[in-house]
């Protein structure tokens, strides 16, 4: 199998200049090149420079895949936009990291180093549009595709059980669009996400629901105490049409603010999760068993049914199949093969066997000089 490596990194809060394409034509005489993004495919041969410093000097956000199960996102944002003192609880070697530049900062998310993982040709294209909202959703302060990126690195014994995620204020809300992406390209394990989610609808302290599961609150209050201003200053520039600029100074803002505040991030340690883990895993092994039982007997009723139906109509099938083997093509031998298969599971569903035999031979006996039909037939005939 040939080697296959995707790059793709998207200029989204400004595009690229005619002077930045020329510089990227420059690192590579075949990518696809425009003032919005970068993307090249190598089957042989590597990407002429450093993922990380194209994102510093050209783009937003990257993303890179290979068929050999190597994979990761590159997220570009201004310094300040991310919260601290969260961030800081998610960095771990390999999985999750960021390079801190001088305006900006880059969070770079990497697939723990596993087997498992494998990748096809054509499938770079199709992540990449279900994961590129991660980037909107870390700006907006949602950091649950970091807690799944996390929940997917335990299987692969990246932890000990000292451990410790932080909960999350709305992590037992709903997995977005991307989340559940991220779910399914990082591979994590469904009931890790589950038991996670319980702990934190169950276990937070008591005073916390209130304000942690409502950001809303903590806006407010941030709000409330700008400068009246400040705050005209603001509403002028949204009516300038600076809508972007507004929304990046007060997240930066709201950032500081909540640093400033005495309530710290609550955490849960590995330890507590795991014996909730094996719980749960063996409640969802049962429900799984009994889920694909049950989908098994509805498949075989729906089949009985059909198969019913068709040995009810079965003179107007056999005359179906004459009409098909009249025809003389190897199309419609094989449809006539199709119906006489399905006509034998409906006699044999009505024990009546002996019936069909008699009927099968009764239409060789009328097709003695169409050898390709007979030799599909020939199965049949002696079918037990």
Not at 17 to 32: G, P
Not at 184 to 197: I, R
């Amino acid at each position: 199998m040939s080697e296959y490596q995707y790059y793709h990194f998207k200029a989204i809060d400004q595009a690229l200049t005619e002077r930045q394409q020329q510089q990227l034509r420059d690192i590579s005489t075949r990518a696809e090149i425009t003032s919005q993004y970068f993307e090249n495919e190598y089957h042989w041969g590597d990407l002429n420079a450093e993922p990380v410093e194209m994102m510093a000097t050209f783009f937003d956000f990257g993303f890179y895949l290979t068929n050999w199960g190597n994979a990761e996102l590159y997220i570009k944002l201004d310094k300040g936009i991310l919260a601290s003192n969260l961030i800081s609880v998610f960095l771990v070697n390999e999985l999750i990291d960021i390079v801190e530049l001088e305006q900006h900062s880059i969070l770079v998310l990497s697939l723990p180093a596993t087997e498992e993982y494998y990748f096809y040709e054509g499938d770079g294209n199709y992540w990449l549009h279900r994961i590129l909202p991660l980037r909107d959703e870390l700006i907006n302060g949602d950091y649950r595709a970091l807690i799944l990126i996390l929940l997917s690195a335990i299987e692969c014994g990246y932890f000990n059980l000292d451990f410790a995620l932080p909960i999350l204020a709305n992590a037992n809300q709903p997995l977005s669009p991307c989340q559940q992406a991220i779910m399914e390209f990082f591979q994590v394990d469904l009931v890790w996400s589950k038991v996670y989610q319980n702990y934190a609808d169950q276990h937070l302290p008591k005073h916390l629901p209130k304000q942690v599961a409502k950001p809303e609150v903590s806006q407010l209050a941030f709000i409330e105490q700008l400068a009246e201003a400040d705050r005209n200053a603001m509403l002028i520039s949204l009516i300038n049409d600076n809508a972007n600029t507004v929304k990046k100074t007060l997240i930066k803002q709201f950032r500081t603010f909540e640093l400033e505040q005495p309530e710290k991030t609550q955490t849960i340690s590995l330890a507590k999760l795991q014996c909730d883990y094996e719980k749960q895993h063996q409640i969802y092994v049962t429900e799984q068993a009994l889920a694909e039982e049950k989908l098994a007997k509805e498949r075989q009723q729906q089949r009985e049914i059909h198969l019913q139906q068709i040995y009810d109509s079965r003179a107007a099938c056999w005359s179906d199949v004459n009409k098909l083997a009249d025809k003389g093509s190897g199309h419609s031998y094989n449809e006539a093969t199709q119906l006489i298969k399905e006509l034998s599971f409906a006699y044999e569903l009505n024990q009546q066997e002996p019936q069909f035999q008699l009927q099968l031979t009764r239409f060789i006996s009328k097709n003695p000089r169409k050898p390709a039909l007979l030799k599909r037939l020939q199965e049949y005939k002696t079918r037990d």
